[in-house]
């Protein structure tokens, strides 16, 4: 590698660390559990330590991407800190693939102390991932649930309507109704469930329930409110696109969160929630042909 671009990628990671750092401290500042703030408050000051290793060789000062800080801190107050902090950290994984072959030999000969920071990094993942409890992916469980029946179970009923109703005005009241009654009775039998099971939490649980399952059917109602009465077609379209982006955006929260695999939950809730909205498609054109019934 050539000395200019070997120099310009320690700069990149200068760069880096300290983006990490401010992000550290301002998200410490609003986390109100004791032991998160305080390894947070911990992993900045190394992060600025490292600053200081890259700027023994850049000799010079590097500034972060203060929009990207700014950023990265309404997420954490909007997405939580765990989502945030978890994809900050995959940075190490985009550095250690970085960190191989005839660059790890160039960059250990003119960065002694590139050792250290490697195990500074792979320290800072396990303390993250030891100190995750926070509350929104404590209820990540009750919000899949909620989610997910949204999902298959109102994509069915909304695919099923369009044929046997071709309405939007109809098929916007029904999913109206059907929808909030089904609200009720997710939130209703999470709270049970949950309430015979430990007893802990049964409220705040059937809540996230409910609320993920709310904000579904809204999303997947909205094409058959806004577009014509007889652009039933063009909502269920849109309906079908709006079911894909819900699942591509949740799938990845709870990937980078949790650390799992976005590909095989994504493609596994796509197949599930398409494949019941195809099935009752042709359900609603076969009930409509053969029952004789125009609505």
Known sequence: ???????????????????????YIKIARFVKDKNDRD??????????????????????????????????????????YTFIIKKMENSVIEFKEVFSGKLEKELTEKIPDLKIILQDETEHENELIDMIDEEKLRYAGSMVLGLNDALVEFTGSLAGWTFAMQSNRLISLAGLITGIAATMSMASSEYLSVK???????????LYTGAAYLVTVVILILPYLLLPDKGYLAALLIMLAAV????AAFN???????????K??????SLISLSVAGASFVIGLLVKRFLGLDI
């Open 1 to 23: 590698m050539k000395s200019l671009d070997l120099m310009k990628t320690i700069k990149r990671f200068q760069a880096d660390e300290l983006l990490e750092y401010y992000v």
């Open 39 to 80: 390894i947070l408050l911990k992993i900045a000051g190394e992060e600025q330590k490292h600053y200081g290793i890259w700027k023994q060789y850049t000799k010079c000062d590097v500034k972060p991407n203060m929009l990207l800080v700014y950023w990265y801190v309404i997420l954490a107050r909007i997405l939580g």
């Open 196 to 206: 015979n099971d430990d007893g802990k939490n049964a409220l705040k649980s059937s």
């Open 244 to 247: 894909i982006l819900i699942i």
């Open 252 to 262: 990845y929260y709870i990937s980078v969160a949790r650390s799992i695999s976005f």
């Open 264 to 269: 095989k939950k994504f493609l596994e809730m």
